[in-house]
């Protein structure tokens, strides 16, 4: 059965969502629906709904309230994604759309916030079992033959946030070293992957946004900053912000030995043309892009400072942390290549 669209938006209210449901479940009785408040990060409200009349079903809402209006988000877009990820069994069905969200089937899991605390007790396969899961989940996403001919470049949308939304007073980075940040990665990414092909990227690949569901398999969550890009963006993505979310919570983790080049592997075998990709210029790529997702932690959290209330920790000391890997890493990449700054 295909989603239908309903042209209104969806304010955190039951009456919004009795109106939903009435589309979209019918034969639920107001009186007997039961509604409940879920953790939805920062850029959305989440809610599941059930009915015990329907044992079958229940279903989950994700009701936009940030980044609306952001040059990082295209919501027409993500919904085409969506319904292609839904059509090729890698998202739960979609029941509805509307203006500001959607509602799709719910999935019973278990978030993987803990991803990074992983305890020494813990034996190094099964901590790359974890690795594992995600890097064929991933592949698996970026095998989708997905053509998006007006698929703005990811550096283009960035420059657009940093100009549109940035503060003028700022203790760190200012807009305009910002700006020649974004450009000197840009022009060294172009040099350096010139020859690959660009793929569909989920666009905020952490661990808030992954679900471990009953037959141990793993849902990506959370598709509002979906765009096209090269594959070592989403890997890259997931691994600074594991380190990004362990510095910022003062946590003192190591990930298992190899552990990009093990999830590098294990992504590789998942993929359609194995033999055309280069293992360890992938892992090389990688590196470069995450100096791409330093830069957006950089705008997006002085440009949203309640988001470093969802790591805990104080808005400066995270941006100085933010910078001070930054500014390492670009060192090193640039010793590696025989480049000065």
Same mark, same amino acid.
């Given at each position: ?16 969502? $009795? ?16 509604? @409940? ?9 989440? @809610? ?11 279903? &989950? ?60 007790? *813990? ?41 549109? =939304? ?108 194995? &033999?055309?990709?280069?293992? &360890? ?8 892009? @995450? ?11 002085? *440009?949203?400072? =309640? ?10 000391? $995270? ?23």
């Amino acid at each position: 059965m295909a989603s239908i669209h309903l042209p209104f938006k969806v304010n955190n209210s039951k009456r919004d969502v $009795y109106k939903v449901l009435s589309a979209i479940k019918p034969n639920w009785e107001k009186k007997c629906v039961q509604i @409940k408040n879920l953790e939805g990060g920062y850029s959305c409200h989440m @809610k599941h709904c059930s009915c015990p009349n329907d044992n079958a079903s229940s279903i &989950s809402f994700r009701i936009r309230n940030l980044f609306i209006d952001s040059p990082l988000t295209d919501s027409d877009f993500e919904l085409q994604v969506l319904k292609v990820l839904s059509k090729n069994n890698l998202f739960p069905r979609i029941y509805a759309t509307f203006e500001n969200g959607y509602c799709y089937e719910y999935v019973k899991g278990k978030a993987l916030i803990n991803f990074p605390l992983i305890r020494n007790s *813990i034996r190094v396969e099964k901590k790359m079992l974890r690795y594992r899961t995600v890097a064929t989940q991933l592949a698996e996403i970026h095998k989708i033959p997905f053509f998006e001919t007006e698929s703005q470049d990811y550096f283009i949308k960035l420059t657009k946030l940093l100009e549109k =939304d940035f503060p003028k007073v700022t203790k760190l980075l200012s807009k305009r070293s910002l700006r020649s940040e974004l450009k000197c990665v840009e022009s060294f990414l172009q040099h350096k992957i010139c020859n690959s092909s660009l793929v569909l990227s989920h666009g905020d690949l952490h661990i808030f946004n992954l679900l471990k569901k009953v037959d141990d398999s793993v849902l990506f969550l959370d598709w509002e900053l979906t765009h096209m890009n090269h594959r070592a963006f989403d890997i890259a993505f997931f691994f600074q912000t594991l380190c990004s979310i362990g510095m910022a919570k003062k946590v003192k983790f190591k990930l298992p030995r190899n552990a990009e080049r093990t999830f590098i592997k294990y992504y590789i075998q998942n993929c359609n043309h194995e &033999s055309t990709i280069d293992g &360890s210029a992938l892992y090389c790529e990688v590196q470069i892009y @995450k100096l791409v997702v330093l830069l957006y932690l950089m705008i997006t959290q002085s *440009i949203y400072t =309640d988001l470093a209330e969802m790591v805990s920790v104080n808005p400066q000391e $995270y941006h100085q942390q933010l910078l001070a890997d930054y500014l390492q890493k670009k060192a090193a990449i640039m010793r590696v290549n025989g480049l000065e700054e």
